[in-house]
């Protein structure tokens, strides 16, 4: 007797949807931990392949400016040719550019591998949410998908520095290494989804080009000026380049008939505040584990390892507060709830620029859980504020220009305070203002949270 298996139709979209979902949390997590996971390697990559601080400066700010700078134009062509074929090519460029980093025998050819490997995450981030959407159309699964999506970028904050120091303790290259397997798996899973549609979206050249032109030029002429000065010709030109792009990019939004960031988003307060807060975030967020993981390793002697150990608490506390967060914000509401997380970030920061340098390292750990409690405190709720505040058809334009301005004030922060640590005789000095200044930006911020509009419960998920 011969028995027939029969597979109903529902089946095969809920595998072929759990296929895409991992693929897409894969490529999630593999962006978040190349961000987070190479600050605590730089000391090792400065042995080995050389540079002063300037050099490790682009070593971070490569990835994160070109993350930037191309994350709006990112989503257009995923449009265009489908989010499955544009994350399939994210991978796959991400992977190769990480085989580069790990290979490379000096500074230039590591810092032009971390270039692509940003541009490849910028192409990786909105394909991997534009996948989840086709994949869940309904509201309330697709709302439980974003959020298992939402945790690979909290598990590679979390165990990013312990890994990465676990990784150097090998050799530096293998934290490069180890997104070929991930890049691997997450292909495999790709080949069981279906191609995904794709429409014609035309491209902001213009827009495009003078806003990576104007980010380069600003985040070239930061870094620089710390060991060549602010009067260096090549730094004044950086510069103006920077001012004469950004004049360009304006002119181009204001006036051009497909504009990447249409201007008109800013009319709202609310959408001005949040972008705000998204950008100061980030520079406390992501510049303290640069100052911190420099400070620990060169001026307290801690071996990589022993430095990821150090951030464990901080990254832990936000990802186990994180799946608490849409509750709080509704006993609280979003601007409480805001204010208090930026509110701690600044005390977290301006303990540790205030902090002895005999402070036990155990200390300097508890005071970063401070910083840590921002993350689930502040991303989650303003992220809802913004949605919100924003029409439908406007809320992947606007969720862009959020996530390009976080990156923006990673890149900028790290570009200022490596200026700032420059100078090995005064780097405790420079440690201290670089921390007061990411202190000073989040209490602005959380000045600014006071315009966040409250969520409307009444509007339908999007």
């Keep these: 007797m011969t028995s027939t298996r029969t597979v109903s139709p529902a089946a095969r979209p809920i595998g072929a949807a759990g296929a895409a979902l991992a693929a897409a949390a894969l490529g999630f997590f593999a962006i978040t931990f190349d961000a987070v996971v190479v600050n605590v390697a730089l000391p090792s990559i400065r042995r080995d392949v050389g540079g002063g601080i300037t ?4 070593v971070v700010d490569g990835y994160t400016l070109m993350f930037a700078g191309l994350l709006l134009s990112a989503g257009a062509l995923s449009d265009r040719v489908g989010a499955r074929r544009a994350l399939a090519a994210g991978v796959t460029v991400f992977a190769l550019a990480s085989v580069a980093c790990g290979l490379a025998s000096n500074l230039d050819t590591l810092i032009a591998a971390r270039l692509v490997q940003g ?6 981030m909105p394909a991997s949410m534009t996948m989840i959407g086709h994949a869940y159309p309904d509201a309330r699964r697709r709302a439980r998908a974003v959020a298992i999506w939402a945790l ?10 312990v890994l990465g120091g676990l990784l150097t303790a090998l050799s530096w290259r293998w934290i490069f290494f180890i997104n070929v397997p991930v890049g691997a798996v997450a292909l495999l899973l790709l080949v069981r989804t279906p191609r995904s549609p794709h429409r014609s979206v035309p491209l902001d050249w213009a827009g495009q080009v003078t806003a990576v032109l104007a980010m380069g030029g600003l985040t070239y002429g930061t870094i620089e000026a710390g060991s060549a000065g602010f009067r260096t010709h090549r730094v004044i030109v950086a510069f103006a380049l920077a001012v004469a792009a950004l004049a360009a990019f304006l002119a181009a939004q204001a006036r051009g008939r497909h504009p990447m960031m249409p201007l008109d988003l800013f009319r709202s307060r609310t959408v001005r505040a949040c972008v705000a807060v998204g950008f100061a975030f980030i520079v ?10 420099l400070y620990l390793q060169q001026m307290r002697g801690l071996s990589a390892l022993a430095t990821g150990t150090a951030f464990l608490p901080m990254m832990l506390i936000g990802a186990a507060l994180t799946p608490f967060s849409p509750r709080l914000a509704e006993w609280t509401g979003a601007r409480a709830l805001v204010s208090t997380g930026l509110t701690l970030m600044t005390a977290g920061l301006a303990a540790l620029a205030f902090a002895p340098a005999s402070t036990p390292v155990w200390a300097i750990a508890a005071l970063m859980v401070l910083v840590g409690l921002a993350g689930p405190l502040v991303m989650p709720p303003v ?24 990156q923006t004030g990673g890149a900028l922060a790290v570009a200022v305070f490596g200026t700032l640590l420059a100078q090995p005789a005064d780097f405790r000095a420079g440690m201290r203002t670089s921390l007061l200044i990411a202190a000073a930006v989040a209490l602005a911020a959380a000045a600014a949270s006071t315009a966040l509009a409250p969520v409307r419960s009444s509007r339908p998920a999007s």
Excluded at 55 to 58: A, F
Excluded at 284 to 293: A, E, M, R
């Design 55 to 58: 050099g490790l400066q682009w």
């Design 152 to 161: 690979g970028g909290s598990a590679a904050s979390s165990s990013g520095p």
């Design 284 to 293: 406390g967020y992501y510049g303290l584990p640069f100052v911190i993981s």
């Design 119 to 124: 541009s490849a995450a910028a192409v990786i």
């Design 383 to 406: 992220t809802a504020v913004l949605l919100d505040a924003v029409p439908s058809h406007q809320a992947g334009v606007a969720s862009g220009v959020f996530n390009t301005s976080r």
